[in-house]
C-alpha cells in the first residue's frame, strides 16, 4: 500500500540532518548552559549559533529571539504579556475572525477573565481581511493588532506589511502569527514591520515542542515566567538545549532551501488543484487563489462529510486533514471556514492536502488517481447528494 503524507500544515518530519544536529545534546554536550564550567558554556555556544542562524532567517537581531516551547506558547506570550504592559495605556485588541486558537483562546481569556476589549475582524470569501475595516476599528485605547502571517487551514496570506504599516502609524503594538509562514515563504520581520513574531520548529522539519518569539527591541512586554535570568529575564527556565540546536539547524535548513524549495511544492499544489477541479465535480477551493502558501489546497467537497474522506483516504495510506489538528475530534465545522460564508453542510465536507518538501510528483498523481474514487462511493451513499 502507498504511504503518502499530505498534512504538513499539521506537523513536517524532522529532518535526519536537523536530528544529526541535536544528538550530542541529548549525550555528550549535557551541560547546563547557565552553568560557568566548560560542559555549560558548550551548551550556551550552540544556543547562541541557534539563536543566530534563526534570527538570520526572519531578518531579526539575535537578542531579539525568544525560545519557546512552541507556537501557542509565542502567540500566548505575545498576546498576554503586550496586553498586562500596556493596560494603562489602553484596553482594546484586534484580531480576525480566522485566527489560531491559540490566538483566538488567549484573546478572549482576556476579554472575558482581564477586562480587555477584542475586535474580531471579519474576512471575506477568500479568508482576506480588509485594511479599511482594520483602520475602522483602530480606537485611542487600541494596544495591540495581531493578526496571523498565512492561515493553516486554508493557506490564506495576508497583507502583512500593510497592517505593520497601518499598526505604525498608530502606534500600535502589531503581533503576527507566523507559525505557518516561515519555512514555508520568505518571512522578514523588517519588511513585515512587525514588533512581535511567532514561530514554530515542527511546521519546517524541525522537532516539536520548541518555537520562538521576536520580540522587536524595545517592545513593551511583561516576563513570561518568573525564575532565572534566562532569555533575558524573560523566559526563566533552563533551556531546551536540544530542542534549540534543532530549531536552529531547521532555520538554517530552511533558509537554503526556501527558494527552491517554494518553486516545487507550488508547482506540485497547483497540478492537486487543477487536477481536482478537471476530476471532480461540485468542488470548491478554498482560500485565495494567488495569495495562498505555496504548500496548501483545501478543498470542500459538497454533499460529503471530510472525516470519512479522511476515513477512505487513509486506508488508501493517504495521510490528510479537514482543516486544523487542533479541532479535529470536535464536530464542529471550521470557525476559518464559517468566517469565510460557507453553510455548515459545505464546511463539513472540507479537505487539506498540505505539501512538505518530502512530497514528490508521484504521489500528487496517485493521490488524484484515488480522490475522485473516494468521493464517488462516499456521494453514492450520501442521502443529500441523492436529494440534490
Ligand atoms: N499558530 C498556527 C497558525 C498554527 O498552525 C499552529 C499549529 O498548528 C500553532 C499556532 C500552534 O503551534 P504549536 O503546535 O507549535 O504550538
Redesign the pocket.
Known sequence: MSNIYMDS??TTPTDPKVIEAMKPYFSEIYGNPSSFHSYGRDAKKAIMEARDNLADLIGAKSKEIVFTS???EA?NYAIKGVAEALKDTGNHIITSAIE?H?VLHACEYLEKKRGFEVTYLPVDETGMINLADLEDEIREDTILITI?TAN?EVGTIQPIAEIGEIAAENEITFHT?A??AVGNIPVDVQELKADLLSL?A?KFNGPKGI?ALYIKQGTKINKFMHGGAQERNRRATTENVPGIVGLGKAAEIAKKELPAKIKRIKSLRDKLIEGIQERIDEVQLNGHRKKRLPNNVNFSLKYIEGESILMKLDMEGIAASSG???TSGSLDPSHVLLAMGLSHGVAHGSLRLSLGKYNTEEEVDKVLEVLPGVVESLRAMSPIYEQK
Do not use: I, L, P, Y
Request: aromatic fraction near 0%.
Open positions: 500544515s499539521a512552541g507556537g501557542t502567540d489560531h491559540a496571523m493553516n502569527d507559525v505557518q514554530s515542527h518555537g486544523s489538528a487542533c
